[in-house]
């Protein structure tokens, strides 16, 4: 049986259609660590991003009880897809709020990765969207954070996220901060956690991405559990 690293390299080699293996986008290495406990049970992943269809045709083969589903605001790379068996492409925006409100309702998923526009806003907007729609135990992705230390959001068209000082906030600020959300709580009042404490098991930030995976359950304690988390398209 192929390794993911491996099926990726061989996408790219025969096609040139994926880059998530080498360079400053070697994600694959890191999908491997993280994505094998799901290769026979995952139901539903959600790629955004597909230019020439590469990575979705790889998880298609990767996770092969699961529908694809791939999502991109350009019609032509979705003509690399949408002949493919339990892939389901889609048309959208990540600029809009109605589109990703839209795209939510079809969760649960299993794993969602954000390759898509790499726009600050877009990354955060995504995440606040799409977060709920992770299904128990899941996954959350966003590739290609490095576009938060370069001159790319202004030359972007759609308008940032803004600190309490008028600041522009890149994404990599944002999701800094839900490091301090995430951990500054008090875990035995359960009843004042936000959502994002209600359902983080754990983030980490590695070479050019970000990685959350969602809890399976609801706890009254660090060490304690109750409440199964129900996620059923967008709900906390």
């Not at 839209?102 to 877009?122: N, Q, R, T, V």
């Not at 990685?211 to 060490?223: A, E, I, N, Q, V």
């Amino acid at each position: 049986m192929s390794t993911l690293t491996e099926m990726l390299t061989e996408q790219a080699e025969d096609q040139r259609s994926t880059d998530k293996h080498i360079g400053h986008r070697a994600h694959a290495a890191l999908y491997e660590q993280f994505f094998g406990e799901y290769r026979d049970s995952a139901k539903k992943l959600l790629e955004f991003g597909v230019c020439r269809g590469g990575s979705i045709k790889v998880w298609r083969k990767y996770f092969p009880n699961a529908k694809i589903y791939g999502a991109d605001i350009q019609k032509s790379s979705l003509t690399y897809i949408k002949h493919l068996d339990n892939v389901i492409p889609v048309h959208l925006n990540q600029g809009k709020e109605e589109d990703l409100i839209e795209l939510a309702k079809s969760g649960p998923f299993d794993i969602i990765i954000d390759d898509g526009s790499h726009e600050w806003a877009h990354q955060i907007s995504t995440f606040e969207h799409l977060w709920p729609a992770v299904a128990p135990g899941g996954m959350f992705v966003i590739e290609d954070i490095s576009t938060s230390y370069v001159e790319w959001q202004y030359q972007c068209q759609d308008p940032g996220r803004f600190g309490e000082h008028g600041e522009e906030i890149t994404a990599v600020e944002y999701f800094k901060n839900l490091i301090d959300e995430v951990n500054a709580t008090d875990w035995t009042k359960r009843s004042g956690w936000t959502p994002i404490q209600k359902t983080v098991d754990w983030m980490g930030f590695r070479p050019n991405s970000i990685f959350f995976k969602k809890r399976l359950t609801l706890s009254d304690s660090p060490g304690g559990a109750s409440d199964r988390l129900n996620t059923p398209g967008g709900s906390w």
